[in-house]
């Protein structure tokens, strides 16, 4: 009976602790849209990992560099940056999320607005949590779109 109970809670601390590593995956993700929204370059060279890759909605991809100097020089402007309906999964250290939402802003080149799929991949980096990709793709809305199998544009 002490070994049932023992064992019971081995699992459920093991529980709290994967709820725990999903919880902060979420939080980098919160961070990093809001980041991106305001504009803030400090939040931004924290949580972008040196490897960073940004793909837009139209294709352009971007490194760190880059990408944080288009926010800087207001070539790309974000009003909306929503991730909803997220899906998350262990590859190795690290951890890819995906999810639908939306997005409005400016951007040279330009870039399309609306229902995406967004792609995120998060890994460990100094003991701190980064992003080291970003992905948007344009959707189209469908009937099973609501839990995130939205058809690709």
Same mark, same amino acid.
Request: with cysteine; glycine share 6%; net charge neutral.
């Given at each position: 009976m002490k070994f049932l109970k023992s064992a019971s809670l081995v699992f459920?601390?093991?529980?709290?602790l994967s709820a725990s590593l999903a919880q902060a995956k979420a939080d980098t993700v919160a961070l990093y849209t809001e980041a991106v929204m305001t504009g803030d370059i400090p939040a931004l060279e924290t949580l972008l990992a040196p490897n960073y890759w940004h793909i837009g909605a139209n294709g352009h991809i971007e490194d760190k560099e880059h990408f944080i100097q288009s926010i800087k020089n207001k070539e790309l402007v974000v009003d909306r940056l929503t991730i909803i309906n997220v899906r998350?999964?262990?590859?190795?250290? *690290?951890?890819?999320?995906t999810g639908n939402g939306s997005f409005k802003g400016t951007a040279?080149?330009?870039?399309?607005e609306g229902l995406m799929r967004f792609t995120l991949v998060v890994v460990k980096n100094q003991n701190r949590d980064q992003?080291?990709?970003?992905? *948007?793709t344009p959707v189209v809305a469908s009937t099973d779109?609501?839990?995130g199998n939205c058809k690709i544009q």
């Open positions: 459920a601390l093991v529980l709290c998350t999964t262990m590859i190795g250290g *690290a951890t890819l999320l040279v080149p330009a870039l399309p992003v080291v990709l970003f992905q *948007a779109c609501r839990d």
